[in-house]
């Protein structure tokens, strides 16, 4: 559960930075990855977050 929370939060704060141009400080996604208990696990994460903020920046800006 505390990986899928990770993730969530993870990736609404990508999308949110990539959408509106604002960033959030370094703790703050430190936080959120230190849940990965192995780097492959730090690495999976943080990629597909990555790919999910970069999906839904994606479709917001083609359905607004």
């Known amino acids: 559960m505390a990986v899928l929370k990770?993730?969530?939060c993870l990736?609404?704060?990508?999308?949110?930075?990539?959408?509106t141009g604002f960033s959030r400080t370094g703790s703050f996604y430190?936080?959120?990855?230190s849940?990965?208990?192995s780097r492959l696990g730090y690495v999976l994460l943080v990629a597909a977050?990555?790919?999910a903020a970069g999906t839904i920046v994606v479709w917001l800006a083609r359905h607004l």
């Open 11 to 19: 990736t609404l704060a990508l999308a949110a930075e990539l959408w």
């Open 30 to 33: 430190d936080r959120q990855t």
């Open 6 to 8: 990770s993730f969530t």
């Open 49 to 51: 977050s990555g790919a």
């Open 35 to 37: 849940i990965a208990s």
